[in-house]
């Protein structure tokens, strides 16, 4: 039995660093952003497409590390996207909400001023996750973590985790991450991704 297997998920994510983490937090929010894509197409709040374009530009940062983005443009962006709960009586607004600000971690990170920002990301999604399940009655607080939905999730962010901490070409990682993200065809709440 390897160290890894013994650490907790968020060990793991706390281990970490550079590219690698970046990387992992881009594929966390990949099944993320759909959930805050349907939100504004529901609620018209923003353009559904706000955080989608950012993290097409966190891809591109990471396949072309000498590419100029402005992080901290995309940061204000974000921010202005980001929902209001007391603005809103429809559960969407929650995972929406989870899901800018975990992209605003993710920029923190790239921008070094938050070098845990994807154990942000990380606990943000699982806690998407459990809020969907208990919010919808799926589950209960002593059930929750047997769920499959969150048995699924759990498994995702090992299978990112793995694919991660490989010795291939940031390329390489970033192709792998993106399928694995997109394999099942769902958000991390279980909302189909349109192809």
Not at 30 to 38: D, F, G, K, S
Not at 157 to 170: G, H, R, W, Y
Request: overall charge negative; charged content about 20%.
């Amino acid at each position: 039995m390897t160290l890894t297997t013994k650490l907790s998920t968020f060990a793991q994510v706390r281990a970490l660093e550079g590219a690698d983490a970046i990387a992992f937090s881009a594929a966390l929010l990949q099944r993320m952003v759909p959930n805050y894509q349907l939100f504004c197409e529901l609620t018209e709040f923003a353009e559904p497409d706000t955080l989608s374009k950012c993290l097409e530009l966190i891809w591109e940062s990471l396949c072309s590390p000498k590419s100029k983005i402005n992080f901290a443009t995309q940061l204000e962006k974000v921010e202005e996207a980001t929902p209001d709960v007391a603005d809103y009586e429809t559960y969407g607004v929650y995972p929406a909400l989870d899901a800018a600000i975990a992209m605003s971690s993710a920029i923190n990170l790239i921008m070094k001023v938050d070098l845990h920002g994807a154990v942000v990301v990380s606990k943000l999604s699982q806690g998407s996750v459990e809020a969907y399940l208990l919010a919808t009655g799926e589950a209960d607080e002593d059930n929750v973590k047997a769920h499959p939905l969150m048995q699924f999730e759990i498994a995702i962010q090992q299978e990112l985790l793995d694919a991660v901490s490989t010795k291939a070409p940031m390329t390489q990682k970033v192709a792998t991450l993106k399928n694995i993200a997109a394999s099942e065809g769902i958000s991390n709440i279980g909302l189909e991704i349109g192809a």
